[in-house]
């Protein structure tokens, strides 16, 4: 009898409360993220590009529209990093300063499409009957234009500018949001909880913001990241045929379009901000496409 109770003292605990904390959904995505080497990889880029954003104006060491022509198309070196353009302006320092320019971007128009699929996806979703008929042929309506020539009507109705851009990239991808809203509104609101919460009583905005809404959240994350790069992308090339930022302001599409025309003379000019773009779209991408893998429900590892 001793014996067997001596053995029972000696055997090995288990903290369930710890076990439990690593099976809890929070847990479970954290682990996912830090083994998948796309979210990694995604995240450090995506960090260096809101560094740069945030402390760009520091570390630059030249103004960046400051004209000083007896530097003209200076080759990169240790005066200046990345060289100067056909002002003489040092494009390191302008290639930081339109980090700011690229995340403002990338951020105002996933808001406002944020925002606006949301409330367009559950109104939608929520009610269903002709409400849900009139928005939907809406939708269909706003996806039918080409991305792009969208864009470009917008920004010829308001006139060029960087926020014109903005509003544009915004508008332009509320129906992709609105429908995700939807289609997991439609499903969500004849689950149990749902029901519980009406027969008690709470109003509509109540179940749709507070039981619904959180719910659809995971597949807005994924779709806002990978929107993130295409606004970046999509903002540097108005900027670069004349209708987004205008010159002389430090953005990153506008450096490419006036570097162009000396290509062969002083390829850095165009090269840098090029590389600029492509590396922090990439690294976007790849965390969109990496936090699909991770938020993915039917994994379960």
Do not use: K
Not at 148 to 170: D, H, M, R, T, Y
Not at 256 to 276: D, E, K, N
């Amino acid at each position: 009898m001793s014996s067997t109770t001596a053995s029972l003292a000696n055997a090995p605990t288990t903290d369930t409360g710890l076990n439990h904390a690593a099976r809890t959904p929070r847990a479970m995505y954290w682990r996912r993220f830090r083994r998948n080497p796309l979210c990694i990889t995604g995240a450090l880029l995506l960090a260096l590009l809101m560094f740069l954003a945030a402390f760009g104006h520091l570390l630059a060491p030249h103004d960046p529209i400051l004209v000083n022509t007896a530097d003209r198309f200076i080759a990169p070196g240790a005066q200046y990093f990345f060289g100067t353009d056909e002002f003489g302006r040092d494009i390191f320092s302008r290639i930081l300063y339109g980090a700011r320019i690229a995340v403002q971007v990338g951020i105002v128009s996933v808001v406002v499409a944020f925002v606006g699929g949301i409330v367009l996806g559950l109104i939608s979703g929520y009610y269903s009957g002709w409400i849900d008929t009139i928005l939907s042929r809406l939708l269909e309506i706003w996806l039918s234009f080409p991305d792009i020539l969208f864009v470009i009507a917008v920004v010829a109705i308001l006139g060029p500018s960087l926020n014109n851009v903005i509003v544009a990239l915004g508008f332009l991808s509320i129906p992709a949001y609105a429908r995700i809203v939807r289609g997991s509104v439609m499903s969500a609101r004849q689950e149990v909880y749902v029901e519980a919460a009406r027969s008690v009583g709470v109003s509509n905005a109540r179940i749709m913001g507070r039981h619904i809404l959180p719910n659809v959240v995971a597949p807005l994350i994924i779709l806002s990241s990978l929107r993130f790069g295409g606004a970046l992308l999509t903002g540097a090339g108005l900027s670069f045929i004349g209708l987004g930022a205008q010159p002389p302001e430090p953005e990153w599409g506008a450096i490419l379009s006036g570097g162009r025309t000396y290509m062969y003379q002083a390829p850095w000019i165009t090269v840098f901000p090029g590389i600029a773009i492509a590396v922090f779209v990439l690294g976007i991408n790849m965390l969109g496409d990496g936090l699909r893998d991770v938020l993915d429900p039917r994994l379960t590892r």
